[in-house]
Nanobody, 121 residues
């Protein structure tokens, strides 16, 4: 079973920055790594639905429209580490952020336990 360990969440005022990081236990290179989030008012689901940003193993990235220009995703492929630099944070960015990764030969996506991000006015 693949373990994803997240770090870097916390509390920040609007306009501030946070950096999230996630490391996968599997040493086989990940195919896709990324971040999803779940807003506080949403019921806890097995897999969060709101994509924040993903990065493929060739470096291609995708972002939610709401975070473009503010968030930057990056990865250290040799270590299976993915990071999310979040700048100009808004209260609506508040939520639990989940790291995810897919691997060749591993069925389905792997998920971290989630890290809380709270942005206040």
């Amino acid at each position: 079973q693949v373990q994803l360990v997240e770090s870097g969440g916390g509390f920040v005022r609007a306009g501030g920055s946070l950096r999230l990081s996630c490391e996968a236990s599997l040493r086989v290179p990940a195919l896709t790594m990324g971040w999803y989030r779940q807003a506080p008012e949403e019921p806890r689901e097995e897999e969060p639905r709101e994509l924040v940003a993903v990065i493929e193993n060739d470096g291609d990235t995708r972002y939610a429209d709401s975070v473009k220009g503010r968030f930057t995703i990056s990865r250290e492929s040799a270590k299976n580490i993915v990071s999310l630099q979040m700048n100009s944070l808004l209260p609506q960015d508040t939520g639990v952020y989940y790291c995810t990764a897919t691997f060749r030969g591993v069925r389905g996506a792997s998920w971290g336990q989630g890290t809380q991000v709270t942005v206040s006015l």
